[in-house]
């Protein structure tokens, strides 16, 4: 079946420090590719997506690009904030838009502390 | 405000008694989901629907039950609560089968029930 594995954590960098999570997925086919981040008490929120090989997705400094080859999804942000404290799930979802079920699976999570 | 809301936030029940978690959402969306999310586990999809009066199990449905007579609304219901039920919950929705933005989730703020 679909899996998606990501870095274990926590990830603990100090504020203006280079960001990557990495993110690898199994599945048969190219399905679409997200990054969630959840903030502390929060319900979780789409970062970005790519939907096909070698499409970058980005937002809010953060980027993560397809790769079909490695089959993996790393997110990386140049400099870190404060703010960006959270959890970051790594998602795929399989199925085109006449499918019937649109689930995403998910990483285990990689929790993200960023210091002053 | 486009959003997705679930109540309650906070939910401390017993063994047995029967409660429902309210999900609805304002995005005239076709698709809505429900997740638990378990420390280690990450997030496992429980049902979802793909319009009013459809619906279907996930991957975690045992224990669960639910419905969908508006497309707005989407409740999880515990008949028979467990202590292994105790999680966080999730509801989702997406636009739906040929729709921009089909397969994106948006997710409410979650729902924590502990089953004594």
């Known amino acids: 079946g679909n899996s998606v594995t990501q870095m274990e954590g926590p990830v603990t960098l100090s504020e203006e420090a280079f960001l990557t999570i990495n993110c690898t997925y199994t599945?048969?086919?190219?399905?679409?590719l997200f990054w969630y981040v959840q903030y502390p008490g929060e319900g979780l929120q789409l970062l970005l997506k790519?939907?096909?090989?070698?499409d970058k997705g980005s937002n809010k400094g953060f980027e993560a690009t397809y790769r079909k080859e490695t089959t993996s999804f790393h997110l990386e942000k140049g400099s870190v904030q404060v703010s960006d404290s959270a959890v970051y799930f790594c998602a795929l979802s399989f199925v085109a838009s006449g499918g019937s079920n649109y689930k995403l699976t998910f990483g285990k999570g990689t929790l993200l502390t960023v210091n002053p | 405000e486009a959003q997705v809301t679930q109540n309650p936030r906070y939910l401390i029940t017993v063994t047995g008694k029967k409660l429902t978690v309210t999900c609805s959402q304002n995005?005239?969306?076709?698709?809505m989901s429900w997740y638990r999310q378990d420390p280690g586990l990450g997030l496992r999809q429980i049902y979802y629907?793909?319009?009013?009066?459809?619906?279907d199990k996930g991957d975690v449905p045992e224990g669960y039950k639910v419905s969908r007579k508006e497309k707005r609304n989407f409740p999880l219901i515990l008949e028979s609560p467990s202590p292994n039920q105790t999680s966080l919950y999730f509801c989702a929705s997406s636009p739906g089968p040929n729709r921009p933005s089909y397969n994106e989730q948006f997710f409410g703020p979650g729902t924590r029930l502990t089953v004594l």
């Open positions: 599945a048969t086919g190219y399905p679409s």
């Open positions: 790519a939907t096909k090989a070698d």
């Open positions: 629907s793909m319009n009013v009066e459809v619906t």
């Open positions: 995005m005239n969306h076709e698709y």
